[in-house]
């Protein structure tokens, strides 16, 4: 197994390796493409869709701006339908307790639904360095695991394998026969997996989201996997990020058109599981026992900074990534942890610390495609301002750097030259002379911090006369 | 008309393009209007901004808004500075109250080119004349932060001879993003060059778009890959052949 | 664990404190917005379920009475070559005589067990899962079983094929009628209600679509009038 620790700051080393990949990024264009147009469709189909779409951004915005709150009503009636609720201020917390838990159960094997929150603490990588076999049973997340590789994809985290690197997969880890044929490789999966779920004494899962009116947690699948590791095991353990609360049943059903949709393209997803409690009396199946897990992980803080609050209203449905020009190229990989595309430019840096993940916020050309499709309403243009605003602040509660002074030596020098119109005119005089001297085309001598201009296109021939000196020669207007 | 416009010239006009602005005052002379351009504009801070150093960038603001604050209309060729007055200034100056009413004046005076001619004006013909097959980028401020999109079609659809074409994904973006381009290039460069081939495939001689920052990165990769087709702002195909 | 419990206790407040110096109350009672009362055309209902079940890989099925259903339900596990059957206990499908018709005509239909690990057996073990449903939501064709003593959960889900006997008059236009019909009794919510619109689906190798990866391969719906 692989324990994966964040790569976020060996970004351009990544991106440079999957831009590489012609393949992939293929792939990727192909794949963002379709995601795009059938979330278009399907946003068509509704009655009004824009409507729709601020509506689930109200919602988002009223949850968070309430958040306690709602998370308060929601643990008490959670509580009454049976749950038991655990509060987890960060990794080592909830990756602690859960162990213990199982290991009070005697659990050997735990199965586990799809969830971000869970990879986000490594919970998977804990259990089984604590002895408790712990498999994927999202088909995707289950081709990973056995490739000990980071997901490649938020909605597919395989589909970069061919049929044949999977079926090479299968046969060397699990021994089963070669094939071309991804139907014998899928039913291959099934039969392994549907053992675990039998036998499994644990399942763990997240949660799309927590209605607070009811004390239900709700879990969008297509599969079944999160049916059976929701429905088999005698311990359901769900950990759930404190922004995923909203406050009631109707909200959480408008969410659900979004988020299908939003995700891909789906009006609803083949299975919606509103769990409410353990099981109760008189049922022979569900778990004996539901602990719901609500996590912080570094989310309080985030909440507390109105400039980055509302990316604590992301749905997690991964649209950002498919609209998003440096995603659509780069792909998952390049971001380096958990959360990719504009999200994860937003939450890595503030989960890890901005000096940790200090390319994310730079490398985006703030074209807002992200913030027009975003059912959730995250502001992600303006949160990645802010974040470059604290870099350069050297902001010590976000974990940022010693402040750049190199750069800031030379914004404070371009702000000095902007402030006063002669030093503006000699200094940008005397800029495009150099710039002139040096002649159109590829320019060695440019400082290096804007060489890459010339690395892919010309430089623009800075003009003899700029539009003030024109201008100000208003003789010249007449032959205009 | 009566109310006092002034032009807001991008530095990246002012440095590499002034023919943009020579035809924004073309046109202007054309529908008469009477306009200013006040010398002492240098740049409206959005470099600044976008490198997050807001204690230059809120120098910058003020200077700006003392400059534009006595004209009706405030008037700039380019989507991005617009969007830097409307939406940056008054939340750089949120803590200044007398400031941020001064930077909120300003801001609800300040236009994109198109905007100002067709809905401030009403006019979505300047009388221009552009014998060319083209067709349209949609630049990422002009389209998602300033909501403008109709404006710049209905403009270029009154233009005689001018034959407009589809672009495939006119919507996306041109991967400028400021110094992004440069810091980034190879990202950068993976954007434009979708960008350019979805030009070249349109089969339009020119591409036609409303932002400086996104015409010297298109224009820069054409010419430096030997790619057909020429690329203008909106301002040149108003102003005329 | 008590340790744990008490750790849980004391981030709880931590973390609630911490929330709440930023948070304004809701403003609003946390209750669901009840959608007006309609009256349901059952027929154009039936015919949206229909539409969009069977445009994502169900298939769907009207009969006007007793005969009509368990004729179908023979059709089908002809079809499916079926020998081994399990059953819900809900009461549509006892009113049936489910259980009688089929052992007649040569289906073993597995005994209900009260046992959970016995049950898990035979679920795992069935050749189909024959259900009722509570309701059925005309605009996606999506079924709502709401799990308890008479619909156990792996019935419709480890079966490779899944069998729902509805009575029509179950219909309901879209996801929000069915919020307005739970009403008041929102708070007593089923331990499980599962929503189901088609059959087990997966994309994940190589973006090929491909039917019953873990849940059931084949879903069919019995609309009884």
């Given at each position: 197994m692989v324990v994966i620790e964040p790569e976020t700051n060996n970004f351009r080393e990544l991106v440079r390796e999957n831009l590489a990949n012609e393949q992939q990024r293929k792939l990727l264009g192909d794949f963002s493409l379709i995601l795009k147009a059938l979330r278009d469709f399907s946003f068509g189909e509704m009655a009004d869709g824009h409507a729709a779409l601020q509506g689930g951004q109200k919602i988002r915005e009223y949850a968070v701006n309430s958040l306690p709150y709602l998370l308060e009503t929601f643990e008490e009636n959670a509580t009454k339908a049976g749950a038991k609720v655990i509060w987890a201020r960060d990794a080592r917390e909830a990756n602690a307790f859960i162990i213990s838990l199982a290991k009070e159960k005697g659990a050997d094997l735990c199965v586990k639904g799809k969830s971000m929150v869970s990879e986000e603490i490594g919970l998977r990588e804990e259990l089984i360095k604590n002895g408790i076999d712990t498999y994927e049973t999202d088909l995707g997340e289950f081709i990973v695991q056995l490739a000990g590789k980071r997901p490649f994809?938020?909605?597919?985290?395989?589909?970069?394998?061919s049929v044949d690197e999977v079926s090479c997969l299968f046969n060397q880890v699990l021994g089963f026969d070669k094939t071309q044929n991804p139907v014998d490789l899928t039913m291959a999966a099934r039969i392994f997996l549907r053992d675990k779920f039998e036998g499994a004494q644990i399942g763990i899962t997240g949660a799309n989201m927590a209605v607070a009116e009811t004390g239900s947690i709700i879990l969008v699948e297509n599969e079944g996997n999160i049916r059976f590791s929701t429905s088999a095991p005698e311990t359901h353990i769900a950990v759930v990020g404190i922004e995923k609360v909203v406050p009631t049943l109707s909200d959480a059903t408008h969410m659900l058109k979004l988020l299908t949709r939003s995700c891909?393209?789906?009006?609803?997803?083949?299975y919606v599981s509103v769990i409410t409690g353990p099981r109760k009396a008189g049922?022979?199946?569900?778990?004996?026992e539901l602990y719901i897990v609500i996590l912080d992980n570094g989310r309080s803080r985030i909440y507390a900074d109105e400039a980055m609050?509302?990316?604590?209203?992301?749905?997690?449905?991964g649209l950002c990534a498919a609209v998003c020009p440096v995603y659509t190229h780069v792909?998952?990989?390049?971001?380096?942890?958990?959360y990719s595309g504009p999200i994860g430019a937003v939450l890595n840096p503030l989960l890890l610390g901005l000096g940790k993940a200090k390319h994310l916020y730079q490398a985006?050309?703030?074209?807002g495609a992200c913030k027009d499709y975003c059912p959730g309403g995250v502001d992600i243009p303006n949160i990645l301002l802010s974040l470059r605003e604290r870099a350069m602040a050297g902001d010590r509660s976000l974990a940022?750097?010693?402040?750049?002074v190199r750069q800031k030596i030379f914004y404070c020098l371009w702000t000095w030259v902007l402030m006063d119109r002669l030093r503006y005119k000699i200094v940008s005089k005397l800029f495009r002379m150099v710039l002139r001297i040096a002649?159109?085309?590829?320019?060695?001598?440019?400082p290096a911090g804007l060489s890459g201009w010339t690395q892919c296109r010309n430089m623009p021939q800075p003009a003899k006369k700029s539009f003030h000196d024109l201008y100000a020669e208003t003789s010249k207007w007449m032959a205009l | 008309m009566s109310d006092s416009v002034a032009l807001f010239v991008p530095c990246l006009v002012d440095q590499f393009l002034p023919e943009i602005g020579q035809s924004v005052v073309k046109v202007f002379r054309r529908l008469g209007i009477d306009f200013s351009c006040d010398l002492r504009q240098t740049c409206c801070g959005q470099p600044l901004i976008n490198a997050g150093y807001t204690e230059g960038a809120k120098q910058v603001a003020k200077r700006f808004i003392s400059i534009f604050e006595g004209p009706d209309y405030i008037v700039a060729p380019s989507g991005s500075c617009i969007h830097t007055v409307r939406e940056h200034y008054p939340r750089l100056l949120a803590d200044e109250p007398e400031w941020h009413k001064r930077a909120c004046e300003v801001s609800g005076r300040s236009y994109e080119l198109s905007q100002f001619l067709v809905?401030?004006?009403?006019?979505?013909?300047?009388d221009a004349r552009y014998k060319a097959r083209a067709c349209l980028h949609e630049s990422c401020a002009i389209l998602r932060?300033?909501?403008?999109?109709?404006e710049p079609k209905s403009l270029l659809k009154n233009v005689k001879g001018l034959e407009l074409v589809p672009l495939n994904d006119?919507?996306?973006?041109?991967?400028?993003g400021g110094e992004f381009a440069a810091h980034y290039p190879n990202i950068s460069e993976a954007i434009v060059k979708d960008k350019a081939n979805n030009f070249q495939a349109s089969g339009a001689d020119i591409l036609i778009l409303g932002e400086p920052g996104c015409l010297l990165n298109i224009r820069g990769y054409i010419s430096h890959n030997g790619l057909h087709g020429r690329v203008k702002h909106i301002a040149e195909i108003l102003a005329g052949e | 664990m008590d340790g744990l419990m008490m750790h849980s206790a004391t981030n709880r407040s931590i973390i609630l404190n911490r929330l709440k110096r930023f948070a304004v109350r809701p403003?609003?009672?946390?209750e669901s917005k009840i959608a007006k009362n309609r009256v349901h055309d059952l027929d154009a209902l039936y015919s949206s379920f229909s539409q969009a079940l069977t445009a994502n890989g169900g298939t769907v099925i009207q009969v006007n009475k007793k005969d009509g259903a368990l004729e179908s339900l023979e059709n089908i596990m002809k079809e499916l070559d079926a020998d081994t059957a399990v059953i819900s206990e809900d009461s549509v499908l006892k009113t049936l005589g489910l259980k009688e018709h089929l052992n007649t005509r040569g289906?073993?239909?597995?005994k209900g067990e009260k046992n959970p690990t016995a049950h898990k057996g035979t679920c795992f073990s069935a050749d189909v899962g024959i259900t009722g449903a509570d309701y059925a939501l005309a605009d996606t064709g999506t079924i709502v079983i709401f799990h308890g003593k008479n619909n156990a959960r792996l019935l419709s889900l480890a079966p490779p094929a899944h069998i729902a006997i509805v009575e029509?008059?179950?219909?309901?236009?879209d996801i929000d009628t069915l919020v307005a019909e739970i009403g008041p009794s929102r708070r007593d919510l089923p331990s499980a209600m599962t929503l189901i619109t088609g059959p087990s689906l997966t994309?994940?190798?190589?973006?090929q679509a491909i039917y019953?990866?873990?849940?059931?391969k084949k879903l069919y719906v019995i609309f009884i009038e």
């Open positions: 994809h938020i909605v597919g985290p395989a589909i970069n394998m891909t393209g789906q009006r609803i997803s083949e049922e022979v199946d569900g778990p004996e609050k509302s990316a604590l209203q992301c749905i997690k449905c792909g998952g990989y390049a971001y380096g942890w958990v985006t050309t703030l074209c940022a750097d010693r402040p750049p002649g159109v085309g590829k320019l060695p001598i440019l | 809905s401030k004006l009403g006019l979505d013909d300047v932060r300033l909501g403008i999109s109709d006119a919507d996306v973006c041109c991967g400028f | 403003d609003a009672p946390i289906i073993n239909v597995l029509k008059g179950k219909l309901l236009p994309a994940d190798i190589a973006l019953g990866v873990h849940g059931p």
